[in-house]
């Protein structure tokens, strides 16, 4: 039976995530997920004040983040760095200075056709020694960007009251919202599903039947879970049911399925250095391309990649977004998943994709797999 096996909570938006055994849930998801992010504080490398992401600096992977709750704080770590404590307690940043975050990921090459924004959410400045800390390190660590002038960056924690709604976005209400070709209205939003700085949705579930499909796929074994930077990991299900559960419950919280998520590069970079986890055109043994990840999942399933949310950007989908309309309660690792309602329609990756059935998805999987080319 299908069950919970891993919890993440990613305090630090982009940074690496913390497994924990169990969370109080809120608005925007697992307690603490994402309240804090980094910005460019004056737009130097990056868009200003919008939170970064590993899409454009893939660098924010080699900083670790430890939750110590019996302290009250969080501490970040990193290379060649003293480790940074920040107040967890929203309350101790009341005398910080004021900002707002852009939530959204903005092009410079292509602003009109890729870029998105989903609204704004305030907050404090983690203060003057946390920035310093951001500053010096990311400078040095962001090699992407090493001729450009170094930028201030400030670690930012949010206002809880701030906490966006999914329905306000989702319907285009929220002032500043732009994604182009937008059909979000098209999802089942709950009317208290919340975000802190997650990109879209309050969690990210991905099965791990799934991945070791999709390793079987790539002729791999061990790709690791990690770069999926999901919040709930099951076990034990059929590899890609998890695209059919509309409605089901993890122990006592109860669950809806928004959508599936369309990738980027994120799921091809090692969660411990920030570079793909193909390096030098290999992982394991095996050879591939930087890509290899989300190339396989487009060769195994190219109907999935017509998605509505992003229009123009049509990216393989791994993981689905689902939402729990802001209930309370605590999730604990081992709860069983049980599904109370299926899919039954296209599956909203596309108007013309249809969702396997679980005897098909695994048909699918072993066709691509006997019939790829074998690495040389």
């Known amino acids: 039976m299908a069950h919970l096996a891993e919890l993440w909570v990613y305090p630090?938006?982009?940074?690496?995530?913390?497994?924990?055994?169990?969370?109080?849930?809120?608005?925007?998801g697992l307690a603490l997920d994402r309240q804090w992010c980094i910005v460019d504080v004056e737009g130097t490398r990056y868009i200003k004040m919008e939170y970064l992401?590993?899409?454009?600096?893939?660098?924010?992977?080699?900083?670790?983040?430890?939750?110590?709750?019996?302290?009250?704080?969080?501490?970040?770590?990193?290379?060649?760095?003293?480790?940074?404590?920040?107040?967890?307690?929203?309350?101790?940043?009341?005398?910080?200075?004021?900002?707002e975050v852009s939530c959204s990921g903005m092009s410079t090459t292509d602003p009109e056709n890729a870029s998105w924004c989903l609204g704004t959410i305030k907050g404090k400045s983690a203060g003057r020694k946390a920035a310093d800390w951001c500053t010096q390190y990311l400078n040095g660590a962001d090699v992407e960007k090493k001729n450009r002038k170094p930028a201030r960056y400030m670690l930012v924690r949010m206002n809880v009251a701030s906490t966006r709604t999914m329905r306000d976005y989702t319907h285009n209400n929220l002032e500043g919202t732009h994604l182009p070709r937008a059909q979000m209205h098209k999802f089942r939003v709950g009317e208290n599903d919340g975000t802190s700085f997650q990109d879209f949705a309050p969690f990210l579930l991905v099965s791990r039947n799934s991945l070791e499909a999709a390793n079987r796929a790539m002729g791999t074994t061990g790709y690791p879970i990690t770069p999926a930077r999901a919040s709930l990991v099951v076990d034990g299900a059929v590899p890609w049911e998890e695209e059919d559960w509309a409605e089901f419950a993890i122990g006592p919280i109860r669950f809806h399925k928004i959508k599936e998520c369309p990738r980027c590069s994120i799921p091809c970079r090692n969660q411990e250095t920030g570079g793909f986890v193909f390096q030098k055109g290999q992982f394991?043994?095996?050879?591939?391309?930087?890509?290899?990840?989300?190339?396989?999942?487009?060769k195994m399933f190219p109907w999935k990649k017509n998605d509505?949310?992003?229009?123009?950007?049509?990216?393989?989908?791994?993981?689905?977004?689902?939402?729990?309309?802001g209930a309370s309660g605590t999730l604990e690792v081992g709860m069983k998943v049980e599904v109370t309602?299926?899919?039954?329609?296209?599956?909203?990756?596309?108007?013309?994709?249809?969702?396997?059935?679980?005897?098909?998805?695994?048909?699918?999987?072993?066709a691509y797999f006997f019939l790829k080319p074998k690495a040389q």
């Open 53 to 99: 992401s590993q899409r454009k600096m893939p660098c924010l992977a080699t900083i670790d983040v430890e939750m110590k709750l019996d302290e009250g704080r969080l501490v970040l770590k990193a290379e060649g760095m003293e480790d940074l404590k920040v107040p967890i307690r929203e309350e101790a940043y009341k005398n910080e200075e004021d900002v």
């Open 341 to 366: 309602k299926r899919v039954e329609r296209p599956s909203t990756c596309g108007p013309s994709a249809v969702v396997l059935p679980a005897v098909g998805a695994l048909a699918a999987v072993a």
């Open 12 to 28: 630090v938006k982009s940074c690496r995530g913390t497994q924990i055994s169990s969370s109080e849930l809120v608005k925007s």
């Open 308 to 325: 509505e949310e992003w229009g123009k950007w049509k990216a393989p989908v791994f993981g689905v977004y689902v939402g729990h309309d």
């Open 284 to 298: 394991n043994g095996v050879k591939g391309t930087s890509l290899e990840f989300t190339k396989v999942l487009d």
